[in-house]
């Protein structure tokens, strides 16, 4: 069974950074994407970024300020997120399709910033 753990969330100041990452526990398997969606509350999960091998996308709020990155062999993706907004305040979700279609999500971490 794999499981995804976030790592990296917590309290910033706005324009600060923060880094998150997210790696799997258990069984290994290859991911064909990975990414962060964030939720608050009332609201659906919306992406925030995600990678595919080669390609990144990224939702228009956070495009110049976010960056997402992975490391293939490890199965970590990170998140970097610079010039954070009281506006980013979210639960923070890690998510991972393997190639048989197979989707995982992580538990989220809380990321909040204070104006």
């Known amino acids: 069974q794999v499981q995804l753990v976030e790592s990296g969330g917590g309290l910033v100041q706005a324009g600060g950074p923060l880094r998150l990452s997210c790696a799997p526990s258990g069984s290994t398997v290859a991911f064909r994407t990975m990414g962060w969606y964030r939720q608050t509350p009332g609201n659906e999960r919306e992406l925030v970024a995600r990678?595919?091998?080669?390609?990144?996308n990224y939702a228009d709020s956070v495009t110049g300020r976010f960056f997402i990155s992975r490391d293939n062999a490890k199965n970590i993706v990170y998140l970097q997120m610079n010039s954070l907004e009281p506006e980013d305040t979210a639960v923070y979700y890690c998510?991972?399709?393997?190639?048989?279609?197979?989707?995982?999500w992580g538990p989220g971490t809380q990321v909040t910033v204070s104006s």
């Open positions: 990678i595919t091998r080669g390609s990144t």
């Open positions: 998510t991972a399709t393997a190639y048989s279609g197979q989707t995982y």
